[in-house]
């Protein structure tokens, strides 16, 4: 059975930063999302078991995406936060051909 904890998330004020981390057994990591109130779903960060990194353009040169093997565990810094940062964080995740969800953790930035 696939287990996806999630936790991190919290409100700050434009600038600040959190780091989110993604904890799950019996699967492979296939990315960060994020889902703002009213809109769409959208990739924001995915490493390789290699260690590759691919990242939205929205959120280039700010989070920086990461894993922890040993731990199973894959982590999203996110520096600089802006307004438009705000939404529910996800995690997703592969068990053979079925992908899973976090229950998502809520970043809000405000000032």
């Known amino acids: 059975q696939v287990q996806i904890v999630e936790s991190g998330g919290g409100l700050v004020q434009p600038g600040e930063s959190l780091r989110l981390s993604c904890a799950a057994s019996r699967s492979t990591f296939n990315g960060w999302y994020r889902q703002a109130p009213g809109k769409q779903r959208e990739l924001v960060a995915t490493?390789?078991?290699?260690?590759?990194?691919n990242y939205a353009d929205s959120v280039k040169g700010r989070f920086t995406i990461s894993r922890d093997n040993s731990k199973n565990t894959v982590y999203l810094q996110m520096n600089s936060l802006k307004p438009e940062d705000t939404a529910v964080y996800y995690c997703?995740?592969?068990?053979?051909?079925?992908?899973?969800w976090g229950q998502g953790t809520q970043v809000t930035v405000s000032s």
């Open positions: 490493i390789t078991s290699a260690g590759s990194t």
């Open positions: 997703n995740v592969l068990s053979g051909i079925y992908h899973y």
